[in-house]
Antibody, heavy 120, light 109 residues
């Protein structure tokens, strides 16, 4: 069974760093891109970027480029989303997903989401 | 960067009725690489339609997608109680970013 399991909720302060995780299992981790999606309270989803775990190549949305870093560890089949300096506006639910935004692909898998709360 | 718009913002319908949701793009989406998602409260989005008109795995045939270029449509025939949710379109393909539209909420009349 394909699963994406995300790390737990985080409460941080502005200026702190953070890394959240998304562990894939039940499939060949290096065969599928992983995307990260932000959803602020009461708002629609925003595609942040994606990583190809086979070679760690990445694409970012201009809206997030330079503010977050997406990485992956093939040995632990885990993708990461990290911030070096959080802002209060980073408070949101973050989802990892496999199989979204892929031509010809009719099967998506999502993590359960990680709620990030940043206080100023 | 391609910008997506969705209309209407809210659609109030009764169970059994049909829903027609629109998604417009600021530029032609090559390859018709346009997806539709459903999101219920507290849950992650769920893929309904990919490549503009192909139903995702396990999606009932009352959901259908059409369109090309800059204009796309999601049709839900015979609304079921579980279909009352928010629907988003997303463009993808060879040129990131893969932006989402602002959404259409389908609520019970």
């Amino acid at each position: 069974e394909v699963q994406l399991v995300q790390s737990g909720a985080e409460v941080k302060k502005s200026g702190e760093s953070l890394r959240i995780a998304c562990k894939g299992s039940g499939y060949s981790f290096t065969n599928y891109w992983i995307s990260w999606v932000r959803q602020m309270p009461g708002k629609g989803p925003e595609w942040m970027g994606r990583i190809d775990p086979s070679d760690s190549s990445t694409d970012y949305s201009p809206s997030f480029q330079g503010h977050v870093t997406i990485s992956a560890d093939r040995s632990t089949t885990t993708a990461y989303l990290q911030w070096s300096s959080l802002k209060a506006s980073d408070s949101a639910m973050y989802y990892c997903a496999r199989g979204i935004a892929v031509a010809g692909n009719g099967r998506d898998y999502w993590g359960q989401g990680t709620l990030v709360t940043v206080s100023s | 960067e391609i910008v997506l718009t969705q209309s209407p913002a809210t659609l109030s319908l009764s169970p059994g009725e049909s829903a027609t949701l629109s998604c417009g793009a600021s530029q032609i989406i090559s390859g018709s690489y346009l997806a539709w998602y459903q999101q219920r409260p507290g849950l992650a989005p769920r893929l309904l339609i990919y490549d503009a008109s192909s139903r995702a795995t396990g999606i009932p045939d009352r959901f259908s997608g059409s369109g090309s270029g800059t204009d796309f449509t999601l049709t839900i025939s015979r609304l079921e109680p579980e279909d009352f949710a928010v629907y988003y379109c997303q463009k993808y393909g060879s040129s990131p970013p893969f932006t989402f539209g602002p959404g259409t909420k389908v609520d019970i009349k």
